[in-house]
């Protein structure tokens, strides 16, 4: 009986990336449901986690300075809802969702960190008087416009888009 093993090394290379590959024309087919129970799981991630994916050594600072505030941030969305939300801590989930959206290996569908990076660059402005974006004002009423418009973030974060829309 032929191993299994020798069959991958003996394969043509090309064919092998072409099997292993995510397909890429998936990425533009996910369905309304679909698209809000991934912003649903998404809200519900630990901050910590998400922001040490491209901070992996401020973690445990990320978790101290999140767990501090009043009260305390342990998810996404905990985040975004704050009243208060460290100014710091909205730049690295923008940042995050930045590479999240750029990253063409991330299984989650370009939209879902496309609106996390709007919503962290609005409740920055709304709630915290902060730029921690360089996009100009018509990008950034767009980007705040669309982000609103999906339905996913909840009320409270709706409302930040729409204010910042109104701010920039």
Same mark, same amino acid.
Request: charged residues 35%.
């Given at each position: 009986?032929?191993?299994? /093993?020798?069959? #991958?090394?003996? $394969?043509?290379?090309?064919?092998?990336?072409?099997?292993?590959? *995510? %397909?890429?024309?998936?990425?533009?087919?996910?369905? =309304?449901?679909?698209?809000? =129970? #991934?912003?649903?799981?998404?809200?519900?991630?630990?901050?910590?986690?998400? /922001?040490?994916? /491209?901070?992996?050594?401020?973690? %445990?600072?990320?978790? %101290?300075?999140?767990?501090? =505030?009043?009260?305390? #941030?342990?998810?996404?969305?905990?985040?975004?809802?704050?009243?208060?939300?460290? /100014?710091?801590? *909205?730049? +690295?989930?923008?940042?995050?969702?930045?590479?999240?959206?750029?990253?063409?290996?991330?299984?989650?569908?370009?939209?879902?960190?496309?609106?996390?990076?709007?919503?962290?660059?609005?409740?920055? *402005?709304?709630?915290?008087?902060? $730029? #921690? $974006?360089?996009? %100009?004002?018509?990008?950034? =009423?767009?980007?705040?416009?669309?982000?609103?418009?999906? &339905?996913?973030? &909840?009320?409270?974060?709706?409302?930040?888009?729409?204010?910042?829309?109104? +701010?920039?």
């Amino acid at each position: 009986m032929p191993d299994p /093993i020798d069959d #991958i090394y003996d $394969s043509d290379p090309d064919n092998l990336a072409r099997l292993l590959q *995510l %397909d890429a024309s998936r990425r533009d087919e996910w369905g =309304q449901d679909e698209l809000e =129970q #991934i912003m649903e799981h998404q809200l519900k991630a630990p901050l910590a986690d998400e /922001i040490g994916r /491209i901070y992996p050594e401020q973690t %445990d600072d990320v978790r %101290d300075t999140a767990r501090a =505030q009043e009260p305390p #941030i342990e998810t996404v969305g905990d985040l975004l809802r704050h009243e208060q939300p460290p /100014i710091e801590l *909205l730049q +690295m989930l923008k940042d995050a969702a930045k590479a999240a959206r750029r990253d063409k290996t991330e299984a989650l569908p370009v939209e879902v960190p496309t609106a996390i990076y709007f919503a962290s660059i609005a409740v920055a *402005l709304v709630r915290g008087g902060d $730029s #921690i $974006s360089s996009l %100009d004002a018509e990008e950034l =009423q767009k980007g705040f416009a669309w982000a609103a418009e999906r &339905g996913w973030l &909840g009320e409270e974060v709706e409302e930040a888009l729409e204010k910042a829309g109104e +701010m920039v």
